[in-house]
């Protein structure tokens, strides 16, 4: 029978139960610290929803206070709307949502200095506040387009209005300068007689003729700038390849045209018109005929002569020279019909300024034709310049004078503007432009 030794077995089972104690304290101790974790980490979880909470009130709050400044907005832009036309009702209630609304401000204030501003549902009050704000939002652009359209619409009158005043501005200083173009020269306190007359008459009258062409030429280039065109190709297409000095000066262009469709024939006693021999024979008596037609138109307005005799001399060159110079494209551009051209082709008077200013300048060229033929029984001859030719103080003058500060010796013309003329010794220069 085997004898047990105690003594070796009781350290054993000591060391076991104390490392089996030892075990237990660690487990013990592990848990603890995971409870007290636990415990820590749930309160750091409330501090924070907590704080979410709180901002989402806050982010409530403020979109509540925007919500009711839009509000604001919008009513105050209603009650300034309604202000003219003046819209009593409007005016009331615009004016009693604004004073609620600010009251609503005053309370939303008030809350938030004593920090009331508890929200049980603070997504539903931001879309809801969003909501407010967008419609308002609609509602401040509605009344603000109104507005626009209302001050956009007194504009288009006070245009309207403007349009008017600057057309009776321009009828006004039309017949201004038809009053200026006839008087001077052509005044009744001026006489002349058959047996006295000068080359200084011919040239006096000359300067008056071509005072009146430059104002047509002035009306009908207006009336082309209304009418769209362009300009400077119209311009071109009678003066090609010409580099102007300034742009003003294309009118120069215009103006050649006119004069050379208005001095064609001039130095015909008839004026070249189909019908009109005009007085051939070269005697006093013929040359008393030309004055006497000078004298007779010359206290006269074209539309007084033509009125009382749609048949004279004078009328069938009126007719004549406004058929010739005036393109029927060029009027139906301009006037958008063609009544004038119909009423010249009948022998009638058309009643418009652009019609008036023409027989006007139709007028001064009759009569410096009839007092050319009055002066010498051979009339006056007409002269141009060819374009290219050198400069001459003779028989030319520049119109533009920037060619002359121009350092360039050698000036040629470019065109001519105004022909020039001779009356027995007498040379009236020629005007040009020059290159």
């Known amino acids: 029978?085997?004898?047990?030794?105690?003594?070796?077995?009781?350290?054993?089972?000591?060391?076991?139960?104390?490392?089996?104690?030892?075990?237990?304290?660690?487990?013990?101790?592990?848990?603890?610290?995971?409870?007290?974790?636990?415990?820590?980490?749930?309160?750091?979880?409330?501090?924070?929803?907590?704080?979410?909470?709180?901002?989402?009130?806050?982010?409530?709050?403020?979109?509540?206070?925007?919500?009711?400044?839009?509000?604001?907005?919008?009513?105050?832009?209603?009650?300034?709307?309604?202000?003219?036309?003046?819209?009593?009702?409007?005016?009331?209630?615009?004016d009693q949502l604004v004073v609620t609304e600010l009251k609503s401000l005053s309370e939303l204030k008030q809350s938030f200095l004593k920090n009331h501003i508890h929200d049980t549902s603070p997504e539903t009050t931001m879309l809801l506040a969003e909501i407010q704000e967008q419609k308002n939002l609609v509602k401040t652009y509605d009344i603000t387009g109104k507005r626009l359209a209302s001050q956009s619409r007194l504009k288009d009158t006070e245009i309207v209005c403007l349009k008017e005043k600057l057309e009776e501005f321009e009828r006004e200083n039309k017949l201004i300068e038809r009053r200026l173009n006839s008087s001077g020269p052509l005044s009744r306190h001026e006489t002349l007689h058959f047996s006295k007359l000068t080359p200084n008459d011919f040239v006096s009258f000359h300067k008056h003729a071509m005072k009146s062409i430059r104002s047509f030429v002035k009306l009908m280039t207006t009336e082309m700038q209304y009418a769209n065109w362009d300009i400077s190709a119209a311009a071109g297409s009678i003066q090609p390849n010409v580099a102007y000095w300034d742009p003003t000066h294309r009118c120069y262009a215009f103006e050649s045209f006119v004069c050379r469709g208005m001095f064609e024939g001039f130095s015909d006693p008839g004026f070249s018109i189909s019908?009109?021999?005009?007085?051939?024979?070269?005697?006093?008596?013929?040359?008393?005929?030309?004055?006497?037609?000078?004298?007779?138109?010359?206290?006269?307005?074209?539309?007084?002569?033509?009125?009382?005799?749609?048949?004279?001399?004078?009328?069938?060159?009126?007719?004549?020279?406004?058929?010739?110079?005036?393109?029927?494209?060029?009027?139906?551009?301009?006037?958008?019909?063609?009544?004038?051209?119909?009423?010249?082709?009948?022998?009638?008077?058309?009643?418009?300024?652009f019609f008036e200013s023409f027989a006007e300048m139709a007028k001064r060229v009759w009569l410096l034709h009839c007092l050319g033929f009055s002066f010498d029984p051979n009339g006056a001859s007409v002269f141009q310049v060819r374009n290219g030719?050198?400069?001459?103080?003779?028989?030319?003058?520049?119109?533009?004078?920037?060619?002359?500060?121009?350092?360039?010796?050698?000036?040629?013309?470019?065109?001519?503007?105004?022909?020039?003329?001779?009356?027995?010794?007498?040379?009236?220069?020629?005007?040009?432009?020059?290159?």
Not at 11 to 36: N, Y
Not at 337 to 344: I, Y
Not at 411 to 419: D, G, I, K, Q, S
């Open 275 to 353: 019908g009109d021999r005009g007085s051939r024979q070269r005697t006093a008596k013929r040359q008393q005929v030309y004055f006497d037609r000078f004298m007779e138109l010359k206290y006269l307005k074209a539309r007084e002569h033509i009125t009382w005799k749609p048949t004279s001399t004078f009328a069938k060159f009126c007719w004549f020279k406004y058929l010739k110079l005036v393109h029927p494209k060029m009027e139906l551009s301009l006037f958008g019909n063609l009544n004038q051209r119909n009423l010249v082709s009948a022998g009638q008077y058309p009643e418009t300024a």
């Open 1 to 94: 029978m085997e004898v047990i030794n105690r003594s070796a077995v009781t350290p054993r089972k000591s060391r076991l139960a104390r490392t089996f104690a030892k075990a237990l304290h660690i487990r013990a101790t592990s848990t603890v610290d995971e409870l007290q974790k636990a415990k820590s980490h749930e309160k750091v979880s409330c501090d924070e929803n907590e704080k979410v909470r709180k901002r989402a009130e806050m982010d409530a709050f403020i979109s509540k206070v925007f919500a009711t400044l839009s509000t604001v907005k919008a009513a105050y832009a209603e009650l300034q709307y309604a202000q003219s036309p003046y819209d009593p009702e409007s005016i009331q209630s615009s």
């Open 389 to 435: 030719s050198s400069f001459s103080e003779v028989f030319m003058e520049g119109v533009n004078e920037e060619a002359f500060l121009s350092r360039e010796s050698n000036r040629e013309v470019a065109f001519t503007v105004v022909p020039g003329f001779k009356l027995g010794k007498t040379v009236v220069q020629c005007q040009v432009y020059l290159s």
